[in-house]
T-cell receptor, first 116, second 114 residues
Framework: NAGVMQNPRHLVRRRGQEARLRCSPM?????VYWYRQLPEEGLKFMVY????????ESGMPKERFSAEFPKEGPSILRIQQVVRGDSAAYFC??????????????FGPGTRLTVT | DAKTTQPPSMDCAEGRAANLPCNHS???????VYWYRQIHSQGPQYIIH???NNETNEMASLIITEDRKSSTLILPHATLRDTAVYYC???????????????FGKGTKLSVIP
């Protein structure tokens, strides 16, 4: 039973380019979450998606960032016109359908984005 | 979500129990206590969670005080591989506003020493 998969693990982009980060949730999980971790800081929530729906994007910067989770395929976090401040580790997590009890999120290994 | 307070760092001798404290004095009745850890350069790993009863699983035990204002994560026999940053997170129960978000603070950096 594979865990959450993220690719690429490391991504280098020049300022102004686009970055695409992919996340495949655990089998049977239909909820995906993206978090960002700046150097020496804790993880910050960015967006929560279910299949074909964005449930909460309150943690996403208003410009240049977007996320999707299509019916088929992985979830994608897209950063347009990257700047040096976007350099961070981006983690994806997934959880199963909610039931009546609390539920935990399972994290992937992360994508480390470096903007030069 | 309620704020949590953890010591920034702790040391523990290999093979001994590691007891990691967490204060959450403003916790509400419908908020759970979660523990995650992050080993260097890896994604966070779920450890355990509880509401008001003590919990135990194959990784750790969680002791929550009767007034629920604090808790302790216990790793019964720490190994070098347990060296990590441990995060105590309080989160509203299912259905509460923002219940899906995990709010990570700075955590406790646990160093297990040979």
């Amino acid at each position: 039973n594979a865990g959450v998969m993220q690719n690429p693990r490391h991504l280098v982009r020049r300022r102004g380019q686009e970055a695409r980060l992919r996340c495949s949730p655990m089998k049977g999980h239909s909820h995906v979450y993206w978090y960002r971790q700046l150097p020496e800081e804790g993880l910050k929530f960015m967006v929560y998606l279910q299949k074909e729906n964005i449930i909460d994007e309150s943690g996403m910067p208003k410009e240049r960032f977007s996320a999707e989770f299509p019916k088929e395929g992985p979830s994608i976090l897209r950063i347009q016109q990257v700047v040096r401040g976007d350099s961070a580790a981006y983690f994806c997590a997934s959880s199963p359908r909610r039931d009546t009890s609390s539920y935990e999120q399972y994290f992937g290994p992360g994508t480390r984005l470096t903007v030069t | 979500d309620a704020k949590t307070t953890q010591p920034p760092s702790m040391d523990c001798a290999e093979g001994r129990a590691a007891n990691l404290p967490c204060n959450h004095s403003t916790i509400s009745g419908n908020e759970y206590v979660y523990w995650y850890r992050q080993i260097h350069s890896q994604g966070p790993q779920y450890i355990i969670h509880g509401l008001k009863n003590n919990e135990t699983n194959e990784m750790a035990s969680l002791i929550i005080t009767e007034d629920r204002k604090s808790s302790t994560l216990i790793l019964p026999h720490a190994t070098l591989r347990d060296t990590a940053v441990y995060y105590c997170i309080v989160r509203v129960a299912e259905g509460g506003a923002g219940s899906y978000q995990l709010t990570f603070g700075k955590g406790t950096k646990l160093s297990v020493i040979p």
